[in-house]
């Protein structure tokens, strides 16, 4: 119970007793193994100075989050992975858990099937921020449910026939991970919803790199990243909620950035080998300027996209090692141009995370004192962002940033590449040994051309032994379930009941789906025990009583 606090004499001794208390718990909770890859930027006494006089209480959510780290800990050692899809519903989570050890709740399903207001739109996580926490709760209170009335209907057998009888038991309790997005909002935003959803149930979460105010789904054009250091910030905040709420969740950190074009801020040194500039020096006007210029002249449209494009290409847009580059090249004076731009290269990679200070100080020494002309503010868009390029060296760059303060790290690609993912892989784990790994399955790939059949087969398995552990389908749900209500529908329309009672219901009997008595399945046997219970063993309106149409499927399946 809470500690009471009055103005008594003694309150200091009770306040200091309390907090040195909670410190000496919290410096040994994070003694154990499992955290011994991850960073803390803040103390045990900051941690217990801001949980309050309750004693500290454990969510099922941390205890969800103990499991997931054993089933991932567990695919790490054997070199597998955890394979998933987007769950939509109370149905979907009940079937996955016969056959799968985790669960995915997705942003972009929920944004266009499960908004909070109602509202289906495309995944730019402008939904309410309470949207994916409370299909977590949907979801997790149905996988209780489930659990419940299994437990009550096996440890009720009388005997080891008996439970043989009613076959393997099924694990409800399926880890749930939940797509956070890019934490909709500031750092206290980011706070409340790591609160939403360790209060509604989810053992892990995925928070990006993109900008919370022009987020876009990983596979959508326009995508801005925001700086390194303000997303390890998002990162140091998910963490820090979780240790004032006792918690043990999953975090896994996205970066957007293999094929990001846009950055909000240049503020960040290792981002600099990366943002685009303008290497014409004869240019009047920022494109900013002239886009505003044309608008005010009445262009619009079609016009507007061409004068962008005119204006970059006589911008002559680089990133600043190509600058370099070619000013080697038109350099007559340098003999070993090859030379010259290989001892650059060197010193400015994409994971030296150099500064382009460094890096324009490096060049105009190796230029005999000439300076590059570079401007990364006249290229500029009209919203004030700028010109990035991104790649698979950059999204390694970033997990390499992100990864002391997540379990697990992942590149959003716009391909299902294998070498591309060898690549990251190798390059995580040249600084991070055994980092664990996260990979999108996703359908917005064509995996018809991305690769064969025989390839597609070995996929999930060949990037396990890469060290992605955790592998999943995001719209998997919401896909095989456009498909199923589109054939059932044409069925339907055609064959009447024939369509249902032979492609769906046999399909049920021949496959042993619980669903098949779907009266059982929502759990009509359990309520109605809990009714008999509170009227003394018996109820007149009992819903699974003498008359209850499952009756009919009672020698058709024993589920």
């Known amino acids: 119970m809470p500690v009471s606090l009055n103005n008594e ?3 200091f001794e009770q306040l200091q007793t309390l907090l040195q208390d909670d410190i000496k718990s919290i410096e040994q909770w994070w003694a154990q193994p499992r955290w011994s890859k991850t960073k803390r930027n803040y103390s045990a006494r900051d941690i217990a100075l801001r949980r309050g006089t309750f004693e500290p209480v454990t969510y099922p959510s941390s205890l969800m989050a103990d499991k997931l780290y054993k089933v991932l800990e567990a695919h790490a050692d054997k070199g597998t992975a955890s394979r998933t899809f987007g769950a939509m519903d109370p149905v979907q989570i009940s079937q996955m858990a016969k056959y799968l050890d985790t669960i995915y709740i997705s942003g972009w399903q929920c944004s266009s099937t499960a908004s909070t207001s109602n509202e289906p739109g495309p995944d730019l996580a402008d939904y309410p921020m309470d949207t994916v926490p409370n299909k977590v709760e949907h979801l997790f209170k149905a996988q209780q449910f489930h659990d419940r009335k299994q437990f009550e209907e096996r440890a009720a057998a009388t005997s080891e026939a008996e439970l043989a009888a009613m076959g393997q038991g099924i694990d409800y309790l399926t880890p749930i991970v939940a797509d956070a997005d890019a934490g909709h909002g500031g750092l206290t935003a980011v706070y409340k919803l790591t609160k939403m959803f360790i209060e509604r149930g989810a053992a892990g979460i995925h928070m990006e790199d993109q900008t919370s105010t022009n987020k876009k789904c990983g596979h959508m054009a326009g995508r801005c990243v925001i700086p390194v250091q303000e997303h390890v910030n998002r990162l140091v905040t998910v963490r820090m909620c979780a240790d004032v709420m006792n918690s043990n969740l999953i975090i896994v950190a996205r970066s957007d950035s293999e094929a990001a074009t846009l950055i909000s801020s240049t503020i960040d040194t290792r981002d600099h ?8 020096p004869d240019l009047e006007f920022s494109l900013a300027e002239t886009l505003e210029a044309a608008i005010q002249g009445g262009a619009s449209g079609a016009q507007l996209a061409r004068i962008e494009k005119e204006w970059s290409e006589q911008a002559g847009l680089k990133l600043f ?109 040249a600084q991070y040994p055994g980092k664990w790994l996260a990979y999108n399955l996703s359908p917005s790939f064509n995996w018809q051309k991305a690769m064969s059949v025989d390839e597609q087969h070995t996929f999930i398995e060949r990037l396990g032994a890469l060290g992605y552990v955790w592998q999943f389908i995001t719209l998997a749900g919401l896909h095989t379930t456009a498909l199923a209500i589109n054939a059932f529908s044409r069925d339907f329309a055609q064959d009447g009941m024939k369509a249902y009672a032979q492609t769906i219901q046999q399909r049920e009997m021949d496959e042993g789906v619980d669903v098949l008595k779907h009266q059982k399945w929502s759990g009509a046997e359990y309520i109605d025990g809990i009714l008999k219970l509170a009227q003394g063993g018996v109820s007149a309106t009992a819903a699974m009583g003498e008359g209850v149409t499952e009756d009919q499927f009672r020698d058709k399946s024993k589920l």
């Open 9 to 11: 004499k003694n309150e």
């Open 273 to 280: 080998y990366f943002i685009v500039g303008a290497t014409n």
């Open 321 to 429: 090692h190509e600058a370099f580059a070619d000013a080697v090249n038109a350099d007559a004076s340098i003999a070993d141009k090859a030379g010259v731009i290989a001892k650059f290269n060197a010193q400015v990679g994409p994971l030296t995370e150099t500064s382009n200070r460094d890096a324009r100080k490096l060049a105009k020494s190796l230029l005999g004192g000439k300076d590059i002309f570079f401007d990364w503010e006249l290229p500029r868009v009209r919203e004030g962002l700028y010109r990035y390029r991104g790649g698979t060296q950059c999204a390694v760059m970033r997990a390499r940033a992100f990864a002391p303060y997540a379990d697990l790290v992942w590149m959003e690609s716009n391909y299902p590449d294998y070498q591309q993912a060898v690549e990251f892989a190798e390059g995580v784990r």
